[in-house]
């Protein structure tokens, strides 16, 4: 009986494999042009090197003592804007705060383009520097949330001398080819090779990205937040998220990585492994925190300033207990997964950019 529906599910691929192979196409990018200058930050933009204009916002402690910095990455789909009250609690701390729409995001030029994993990388390389001259003294944390925690990971473990003192990852965008169903690989592939223009939405998949409902409709209200997607921007995505998670042993830096129990978004199966790969590689460095009442945006979701505590404890020591105790609960679920008592392949924990 299974066989014979795989056989079925086969014949009815056969048509769109075939025309795959007449009339395929390459999804597009759009990298970055040459260097042409050194790359500036203003109060209101990040230049880059080939003169690309990226809006910047940045939020700064009421009388400019500061104590550290953190350099902050959206995710997909989203913009910088995705840290305003993050970085208003965090300005309160004697920490800075910037974020710029990276491109294809945001008011950033071409938006719903994919730029490419080595632009994104090559970007972030050169704000931290740019940043660093600007601060020569003050610590560097880098954040990134989802497709921003995939693009902070992709850099430091290529770039493992960036003066960066600490990366803190939000529901990491770790979900690669590999532990995706076969059907949803052959799938993309197809459409970003034959109709890489064709736009989707998440409309109607029931997934809940978070439990901050007026912060979802102020989403949905926000003229700069995309909703439509072309094909050929989410396998871009899925190229980012295979880099990723093969790259979690590459990572020294120490790290506090941030998951929810109800994420709906980033599954939990290849989030383990990344957290296994990732902590095998430098166990006394890195601290996991697990919230069970987390979603996906974790850091929007109604018990955000729970998270804000966490990171402001960790960055100022980072071998102390979590304010929430979500370390520990990291912890037990964790030790719980190797023993095989948590079926990770097909769900997540507990019950979205």
Not at 279 to 296: L, Q, S
Request: aromatic content about 8%.
């Amino acid at each position: 009986m299974i066989r014979n529906r795989l056989f079925d599910k086969l014949k009815l691929l056969s048509p769109i494999l075939l025309l795959t192979h007449l009339q395929a196409c390459t999804p597009m990018i759009h990298p970055a042009g040459t260097p042409v200058i050194s790359c500036q930050i203003t109060d209101s933009f990040f230049i880059t090197t080939d003169g690309t204009p990226l809006p910047l916002k940045s939020w700064r402690p009421p009388q400019d003592e500061i104590r550290s910095i953190i350099i902050a990455l959206h995710g997909f789909n989203d913009y910088s804007n995705f840290f305003q009250q993050s970085g208003v609690f965090f300005g309160q701390s004697r920490t800075v705060s910037y974020a710029y729409d990276q491109r294809g995001f945001g008011g950033s030029p071409n938006p719903g383009s994919w730029a490419g994993v080595d632009t994104y990388i090559q970007d972030l390389e050169c704000f931290i520097q740019a940043t660093k001259n600007k601060h020569p003294d003050i610590p560097v944390y880098l954040l990134g949330v989802s497709m921003g925690g995939a693009i902070v990971i992709s850099t430091m473990a290529q770039s493992i001398h960036l003066p960066v003192d600490g990366i803190i990852l939000a529901a990491p965008a770790v979900w690669a080819r590999q532990t995706m169903p076969w059907y949803q690989n052959v799938l993309l592939w197809t459409l970003s090779h034959t109709v890489p223009w064709l736009t989707v939405t998440g409309n109607g998949l029931g997934r809940m990205p978070s439990d901050n409902i007026e912060m979802l409709r102020a989403l949905d209200q926000d003229p700069l937040v995309i909703r439509k997607t072309r094909v050929e921007t989410i396998f871009g995505l899925v190229n980012l998220m295979d880099r990723a998670l093969s790259s979690a042993d590459l990572i020294s830096t120490k790290t506090l990585l941030l998951y929810g129990e109800n994420d709906e978004i980033i599954p939990l199966e290849p989030t383990y492994q990344f957290l296994h790969d990732l902590t095998d590689a430098g166990a006394n460095r890195h601290v996991i925190a697990i919230y069970e009442n987390g979603y996906h945006m974790l850091l929007r979701d109604l018990q955000a300033s729970v998270l804000w505590h966490d990171i402001e404890t960790w960055m100022n020591s980072s071998s102390s207990p979590l304010p929430s105790g979500a370390d520990k609960r990291a912890q037990e679920l964790i030790e719980e997964w190797m023993k095989g008592e948590i079926q990770t392949s097909g769900r997540t924990v507990g019950g979205s950019s």
